[in-house]
RNA sequence: GGAGGGGUGGCAGAGUGGUCGAAUGCGCGUGCUUGGAAAGCACGUAUAGCCGCAAGGCUAUCGGGGGUUCGAAUCCCCCCCCCUCCGCCA
């Protein structure tokens, strides 16, 4: 949620970057809103203070009293009229605060102008696109590929999207968790093994809620799967004041992601490139204000680590306004590039998120200076979605027998050198 | 899942309809005292919203929500969480 008072003060602030980001939003109903609930609350506050007073006089009256039957009559009306007034302000808060929702976080000053993805700026390259195998296919046209990762048992059991990973299909896949969370805490972020189920409160924190339920699995008891561990990790400190000193704090979890994601088709949904459970590490920082560019960019440094330890060809993208979440204030995306497909997939986003997520979740520090609490601001970025990455060692390192080379940095993870589909 | 007991400020813990944002103690801060410290003494010590240039004012919050009442931490209803015992279970 965006500052109430960055609205009130300077909304041409926030038009223009409503208007960065493409949105559409009616801006002069928030701000009339916001009007109408101000005063609101002022009635309602004035009746109240009203009430305080008779009551303490009508304490210090003998119970029964003339005086004290005559007090009780005058302030039935005004409790009456207070209770009406009351009923008002609760359905301008819920309006006011629902107008509040749909305003985007402000980009920040460096993410560039540009509507589309393909506007989106191309960060940073590294490794050859045409250094990788000669042999590369699409992971899913891979003699053997069933064998390995079965959609068609997955599908039966579960549904579609949901793949058995099988023999050395399931070790690659255990052998990556282990290899990102053995390197995110070498690069200190603290381990933490979340619940995969959340409340709803959680999920309203992070934004999943409402307008984007329809994205998770939701249980009888109204609890819903977690489409990232972003959300329990990020709910971890809901409703905490830090001791600033305690900043930073970094941590990185590993957790199966769900996701519905109903309407997806085509070559996008293709064998690993988008499935209903996928495991993914997630990196989290919760930072001072000051600090969370510079902290931006080393999240973005660790998770490019990974790929460059795996060896696998990949580009940074810089979320030009358009493309950029409506909670981001930046973001980049780590793609790899799969030779099979010839195309980049996404596997990491790196966002900074300043005070957005944190005033929604209410997640604060004192401020050694002032004594204040102080919202934090907190940022995420996987650190990495496993399937993808998987996706891409198959196709780029793809032999002439059919096998897969395992890359040097994985082969201890991995006990082997080559996967084999047999 | 069943039975019982609880949830009050940073912590402990009073408060069972009115002057209670809440006694008292601990902790913490400032000052006095002291050669210095401890003890002692004094004062202060939550969060949020709204109004205001400011000083300040007003309001809300005693697990959450709803109700009764002129008035609720206190009474009633629903929900959540914690503890003890029983059942079940990896």
């Known amino acids: 949620m965006l500052d109430p008072k960055l609205l009130r003060e300077s909304p041409e602030t926030v038009r223009a970057a409503i208007a960065k980001k493409h949105l559409e939003v009616d801006l002069a109903a928030v701000l009339a809103l916001d009007t109408a609930w101000r005063a609101q609350l002022s009635e309602v506050e004035a009746l109240r203070s009203k009430q305080r007073a008779a009551n303490n006089e009508m304490a210090a009256l003998k119970k029964g009293s003339p005086e004290f039957i005559t007090k009780v009559a005058e302030m039935k009306a005004v409790s009456a009229e207070a209770k009406a007034k009351d009923e008002g302000l609760k359905v301008l808060e819920e309006k006011w605060h629902a107008a509040m929702l749909t305003l985007p976080n402000i980009p920040h000053a460096t993410v560039p102008e540009g509507k589309t993805p393909e506007q989106n700026v191309v960060h940073a390259s590294k490794g050859d696109v045409n250094a990788v195998s000669p042999h590369a296919l699409p992971h899913w046209e891979i003699g053997g590929f069933a064998n390995l990762f079965d959609f068609a048992r997955g599908a039966k059991v579960t549904g579609a999207g949901f793949p058995f990973f099988i023999g050395d299909g399931a070790k690659l896949s255990r052998a990556l968790l282990q290899f990102f969370l053995d390197e995110d805490v070498k690069a200190g972020y603290t381990e933490v093994s979340p619940p995969i189920f959340v409340n709803a409160a959680s999920a309203t924190a992070t934004g999943q809620l409402p307008d984007k339920e329809g994205q998770m699995y939701e249980t009888l008891d109204k609890l819903y799967a977690v489409p990232t561990a972003e959300v329990p990790l990020t709910n971890f400190y809901r409703d905490e004041i830090l001791e600033e000193a305690a900043l930073p704090v970094h941590r990185c979890a590993y957790t199966p992601c769900f996701r519905r994601e109903a309407g997806s088709y085509g070559k996008d949904v293709r064998g690993l490139n988008r499935v209903h459970q996928f495991d993914k590490v997630e990196l989290l920082k919760w930072v001072h204000p000051s600090a969370s560019y510079d902290e931006l960019e080393k999240l973005r440094a660790d998770a490019e680590r990974l790929l460059q330890k795996l060896e696998l060809p990949y580009r940074v993208l810089l979320m030009c306004g358009g493309d950029l979440g409506f909670a981001q204030a930046k973001k980049y995306d780590l793609e790899v590039w799969a030779a099979g497909q010839q195309r980049w997939l996404e596997v990491s986003s790196c966002s900074n998120f300043e005070a957005f997520q944190a005033r929604r979740a209410q997640i604060r520090f004192r401020s050694k200076e002032t004594g204040k609490p ?46 084999s589909f047999k």
């Open 374 to 419: 102080e919202l934090v601001h907190t940022l995420n970025g996987s650190g990495l979605a496993v399937p993808r990455v998987l996706a891409a060692l198959l196709e780029n390192n793809l032999q002439a027998d059919g096998r897969v080379k395992i890359p040097a940095a994985l082969v201890p993870y991995f006990g082997k050198e080559f996967l």
